[in-house]
């Protein structure tokens, strides 16, 4: 049975919990692959959203998708990097939240991603909800019912 307190966390709203649009990295659809492997690879970050030239999510883009798709049969071709469009190879399969969506939500889709995009309500990128954010949380509400 789901507790009282556990209700209120699984009903709380994701929106005070997103990284906001400006502080994530992210490339344009339209972007070359080797510009997109220069943020992939100067962020650190395993992947980031692909955003359209009016901030809507179309992807996630990795740096595997790219350089699987440059594999060639006895070497790597990085001179076709440039002529490369990130729409080419990016994921469009996304799951993504929306702004008014609830911890239950994310909870239910953190389990198989590192982290999520959530969108507003007119479709536009808002930001992202990390499973670091999402475990914290946890952590905090698990300590705080301890006793
Ligand atoms: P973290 O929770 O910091 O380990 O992040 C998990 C994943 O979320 C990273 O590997 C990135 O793919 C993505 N991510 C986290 N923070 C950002 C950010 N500021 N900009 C873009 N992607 C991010």
Same mark, same amino acid.
Request: with cysteine; aromatic share 6%; net charge negative.
């Given at each position: 049975?789901?507790?009282?307190?556990?209700? @209120?966390?699984?009903? =709380? !709203?994701? &929106?005070?919990?997103?990284?906001? $649009?400006?502080?994530?990295?992210?490339?344009? +659809?339209?972007?070359? $692959?080797?510009?997109?492997?220069?943020?992939?690879?100067?962020?650190?970050? +395993? +992947? *980031? !959203? *692909?955003? #359209?030239?009016?901030?809507?999510?179309?992807?996630?883009? +990795? %740096?595997?998708?790219? %350089?699987?798709?440059?594999?060639?049969?006895? /070497?790597?071709?990085? #001179?076709?990097? @440039?002529?490369?469009?990130?729409?080419?190879?990016?994921?469009?399969?996304? @799951?993504?939240?929306?702004? %008014? #969506?609830?911890?239950?939500? &994310?909870?239910?889709?953190?389990?198989?991603? &590192?982290?999520?995009? *959530?969108?507003?309500?007119?479709?536009?990128? @808002?930001?992202? =909800? %990390? /499973? /670091? *954010?999402?475990?914290?949380?946890?952590?905090?509400?698990?300590?705080?019912?301890?006793?």
């Amino acid at each position: 049975m789901i507790s009282l307190n556990n209700k @209120a966390i699984l009903d =709380m !709203p994701i &929106a005070e919990l997103v990284i906001s $649009a400006e502080k994530v990295a992210h490339v344009q +659809s339209g972007n070359s $692959a080797e510009h997109a492997l220069l943020v992939l690879t100067k962020t650190g970050y +395993s +992947s *980031v !959203p *692909v955003l #359209d030239v009016k901030y809507r999510l179309q992807g996630l883009l +990795s %740096t595997k998708m790219i %350089t699987e798709e440059i594999l060639g049969l006895e /070497r790597i071709e990085y #001179d076709r990097l @440039a002529s490369i469009k990130v729409e080419d190879v990016m994921d469009q399969e996304v @799951a993504y939240l929306k702004i %008014t #969506d609830t911890f239950r939500r &994310a909870l239910d889709l953190v389990i198989n991603h &590192a982290f999520l995009c *959530v969108i507003e309500e007119d479709g536009t990128f @808002a930001g992202i =909800m %990390t /499973r /670091r *954010v999402i475990l914290k949380q946890l952590k905090k509400h698990i300590y705080s019912n301890e006793f």
